[in-house]
């Protein structure tokens, strides 16, 4: 009970009141009109920015971090390697916001000690500008945290392949190749997408850092947001930002929700 009533006060309820929200306009009638605007040009490229984002940012952060999961879960089960890398995972899967965009800038910004120590040496990594406070420069700094996050929820899937059934495919005559791609492959399939996908979401829903980073513009959905409800001309349609966060959680919602039947699949020859 003491889980339904948290998950019920601080999820289903505020997701009630932009649901609400989204269909009142600014006298308090009853409108569309908030989800028919959502086909404005700006807002269309938020969304489109934001998508590219997340499936760039979760692609590159599903392979790195399957790559290392696997070094992981090959190694000993109580070696130094998985403790330092599942420790370290844990920490870096929840660094983000404010302090890990003032990492980034302190790093790779116009006066970070990596970019004056290279310019130094003739080498100007920023040769057409910042690109670190745009589209590109926000996918590599969410890369930084979604490949520990795909550590740590896809390590338990790499765990649960058994070695004998390697020693069984070695022994009917199957190479690494015929392992990997009628028995490891195929079982841990579900699994990788299944993470991909909430590395996606994960992405999508993103805020804290973006808006660290960049304080003008909303070049994502979050940003749109939080620009509707402070902004001058937002604060002329409060309808519009609930709608445009009414059709990020719809998003979110359809992604978890495959993220879910993948895992159930997964959760079959794990047990």
């Known amino acids: 009970m003491p889980f339904f009533a948290y998950v019920g006060l601080f999820l289903l309820l505020p997701t009630a009141i932009i649901a609400a929200g989204s269909f ?3 006298d308090g ?40 999961a696997y070094a992981v879960a090959t190694g000993s089960p109580r070696g130094a390697l998985r403790r330092i890398v599942t420790s370290a995972s844990g920490v870096l899967a929840q660094f983000g916001g404010v302090t890990l965009a003032f990492a980034f800038i302190a790093t790779a910004g116009t006066t970070g000690f990596v970019t004056v120590f ?8 920023f040769p057409n500008g910042v690109w670190l406070y745009e589209l590109s420069g926000l996918t590599l700094i969410y890369t930084y945290f979604q490949i520990p996050l795909m550590v740590l929820v896809f390590l338990p899937a790499l765990d649960g392949i058994r070695p004998q059934w390697r020693e069984a495919t070695e022994s009917l005559g199957g190479s690494t190749w015929h392992y990997w791609r009628y028995v490891a492959g195929p079982l841990l399939a579900p699994a990788f997408l299944g993470c991909t996908l909430l590395l996606f979401a994960n992405a999508f829903s993103a805020y804290a850092t973006a808006a660290a980073l960049i304080t003008q513009g909303g070049i994502i959905v979050p940003l749109q947001i939080s620009n509707l409800f402070t902004s001058e001309t937002g604060q002329n349609q409060p309808g519009l930002a609930k709608a445009l966060a009414l059709a990020m959680i719809l998003v979110v919602t359809i992604v978890m929700l495959l993220y879910t039947l993948l895992q159930r699949r997964t959760s079959r020859w794990l047990r």
């Open 24 to 26: 009142v306009a600014k």
């Open 29 to 68: 009638s009853p409108t569309v009109s908030n989800f028919t605007s959502l086909q404005q040009a700006y807002l269309v490229k938020s969304f489109v920015n934001s998508a590219i984002i997340s499936l760039v940012s979760a692609l590159v952060g599903a392979i790195a971090g399957t790559m290392l």
């Open 118 to 125: 290279l310019k130094d040496r003739g080498v100007d990594i």
